[in-house]
C-alpha cells in the first residue's frame, strides 16, 4: 500500500516521510494532483498560516481529487496546518474557504495570561474511540506548535481533546479521515504509535 504526502510547498515534509519510512511505510512525496488518485493513503501535513496554505493546495490543483478520495474511502490524516485545513474557516485568514470537510472553524488563542503559541509538550484526553489511537494510553504527552485551535462542531468528531488556556479539539477524526493539531513524527513513542496505526490502517 502506498501511502502519498501532498507536496504543496508548505509543511515539514522532511520529518514527516523520515517517520513514517522508519516505520515501514511505502512513503512518496506528490506535487502532482493527477497523480494522487494512484495511492491508497493520504497524508497532508503543514506548518505556516491557513491562508498561503489553502492557497498552495488549490492553485496546484489538489482540493478536488483530496474530496475524491475521501468519498472513495481512502484514508487520510491532516498534521498541525493540515488538520485546521480540513475544517471550513479560519480566523487567521478571514474569508478563505477551508477543505471543510470537518464542520468547524479555527479560532486565534485569547491573550489570558498564557503564551501563544502553545508551544511544547501536553496531555491529550481521548474523548471518543477511534483505530488511529489504538495502543495509546489516554491522557499521553503530545508535542504541539501552534496559535490557532480548531473548534469543532460535533463533538462526537473530537477524538481527543486537549487543554490550553481553552479546550480545544486535538484529534479529530471521522470514520477514514483524520486530523492531529500536534505533530506526532516530534512526539516520541505515542506520536510514533499514531503513525504505526495510520499505516496498519492503510494496509487493511
Not at 471543510?100 to 501563544?116: D, H, I, M, N, Y
Not at 495509546?136 to 490557532?148: A, G, M, N, Q, R
Not at 492531529?180 to 510514533?192: A, D, W
Request: glycine share 10%; hydrophobic share 40%; proline share 4%.
Amino acid at each position: 500500500m502506498m501511502i502519498a504526502i501532498i507536496d504543496y510547498n508548505m509543511g515539514n515534509l522532511l520529518s514527516v516521510s523520515k517517520a513514517f519510512e522508519a516505520l515501514g511505510g511505502d512513503i512518496r512525496l506528490v506535487d502532482k494532483a493527477d497523480e494522487l488518485d494512484k495511492f491508497d493513503s493520504i497524508i497532508i501535513p503543514g506548518v505556516g498560516h491557513f491562508g498561503d496554505g489553502m492557497e498552495h493546495l488549490r492553485s496546484r490543483g489538489f482540493e478536488t481529487p483530496l474530496n475524491k478520495a475521501v468519498q472513495a474511502g481512502k484514508n487520510i490524516l491532516g498534521i498541525c496546518l493540515g488538520m485546521q485545513m480540513m475544517l471550513e474557516s479560519s480566523e487567521e485568514a478571514p474569508g478563505i474557504k477551508g477543505l471543510s470537510l470537518f464542520k468547524g472553524k479555527v479560532l486565534r488563542f485569547p491573550q489570558a495570561g498564557e503564551k501563544v503559541p502553545h508551544m511544547g509538550w501536553n496531555n491529550v484526553k481521548i474523548e471518543n474511540k477511534h483505530p488511529l489511537m489504538a495502543g495509546v494510553p489516554d491522557e499521553s504527552y503530545f508535542y504541539f506548535v501552534h496559535s490557532y485551535y480548531v473548534a469543532a462542531d460535533d463533538p462526537a468528531c473530537t477524538i481527543g481533546s486537549c487543554e490550553y488556556i481553552k479546550k480545544f479539539t486535538a484529534i479529530i477524526g471521522e470514520n477514514n479521515v483524520c486530523g492531529t493539531q500536534f505533530h506526532p513524527e516530534k512526539s516520541q513513542k505515542y506520536g510514533l504509535q499514531i503513525l504505526t496505526n495510520f499505516v496498519n490502517n492503510s494496509q487493511a
